[in-house]
């Protein structure tokens, strides 16, 4: 795990994170689920997934998740 994010990634991360919120729909996008999916984002970067499109995809593959937990 890094122990330091690059300013570069931090822009992927909440990038990313605004993307996959376009995905959810209008009323599920809550505190909520933005946090759980941006905690996914933070997850995946910490393990080494650092491209965008693997940030994308681990919170991308948690929607439905997110939505059942907090709905």
């Known amino acids: ?3 330091q994010f690059t ?5 992927d ?3 990313a994170l605004d993307d996959v919120m376009r995905r ?3 009323e599920y996008t809550t505190a909520a689920v ?3 999916l941006a905690e996914c984002i933070l997850r995946a970067a910490a ?5 965008y499109n693997e ?3 681990a ?3 948690q929607i439905q998740t997110a939505i059942s937990l907090f709905m």
């Open 47 to 51: 393990q080494g997934h650092t491209h």
């Open 7 to 11: 300013p570069q990634l931090i822009r």
């Open 24 to 26: 959810v729909p209008a």
């Open 13 to 15: 991360m909440r990038t």
């Open 55 to 57: 940030l994308v995809m």
């Open 59 to 61: 919170a991308a593959d």
């Open 34 to 36: 933005k946090v759980y």
């Open 1 to 3: 795990m890094p122990s």
